[in-house]
């Protein structure tokens, strides 16, 4: 598994180098990759929020009765 993760960390990098050579406006790339990464967070921090008030629904919520 680790020489798949490697080559895909190849393949990335690759892929990032062969852009920022070919894109015209760097800026607006940045821009957007930004957004991209920032919205990725914010709906990954959602789920998180989601998943760990519905654990402790479904647990019975002992932390507060105690």
């Known amino acids: 598994m680790n020489v798949f993760k490697g080559l895909g960390v190849l393949v ?3 892929g990032i ?3 920022l050579t070919q894109l015209p406006n ?3 790339a940045f821009l957007y990759l ?8 914010l709906l990954t921090y959602a789920a998180s929020i989601r998943r760990s008030r519905r654990d402790r629904r479904l647990a019975g919520d002992r932390r507060r009765r105690a």
Do not use: C, E, R, T
Request: aromatic share 0%; net charge negative; hydrophobic share 70%.
């Open 34 to 41: 930004s957004i991209g990464i920032i919205a990725v967070s």
């Open 12 to 14: 990335v990098l690759a």
């Open 26 to 28: 760097l800026d607006s």
């Open 17 to 19: 180098a062969v852009a």
